[in-house]
């Protein structure tokens, strides 16, 4: 999706990270039809989402927001505190609605606009998505 729809170049989407993540994957009649990226940095402290991505034909169809909320529980049962992610401008209120909050100016990241995004992992937070 980013190579194609969104004309990230091939040499930046294949960054080498993949094996130290773990990746989700959602299906829909058996057709992946979204996926993102999950790895711990900070010492395992940070749950930081990445390459979230659903396809066009999927999208509208909470298959994101189900990826996002497993993305969280797995970084909370692995004993992260927080996750972040850097979220496309255009998809800002999307991750707000799921409790993150935007901090920091607005950066250039693969030719796209985006926006460092973080939440609390926290036991208080578990209901707080909306």
């Known amino acids: 999706m980013f190579v194609d729809e ?29 996926a993102l990226r999950l790895r711990w940095l900070e010492g395992g402290r940070v749950a930081k989402i990445e390459r979230v991505a659903v396809l066009p034909d999927a999208r509208g169809c909470k298959i ?10 797995m970084g909370r049962s692995a004993g992260a505190d927080r996750a972040s992610l850097h979220a496309q401008t255009a998809a800002q209120g999307f991750y707000a609605k799921l409790g993150f909050a935007a901090f920091g100016a607005e950066f250039m990241e693969d030719g796209i606009p985006h926006v460092a995004m973080r939440r609390s992992l926290g036991a208080a937070d578990r209901h707080r998505i909306r």
């Open 6 to 34: 969104q004309g990230v170049s091939e040499a930046l989407e294949f960054d080498g990270r993949d094996d130290e993540a773990r990746h989700l994957l959602a299906l829909r009649d058996g057709k992946a039809v979204g």
């Open 64 to 73: 994101g927001r189900s990826l996002l909320e497993a993305a969280l529980n």
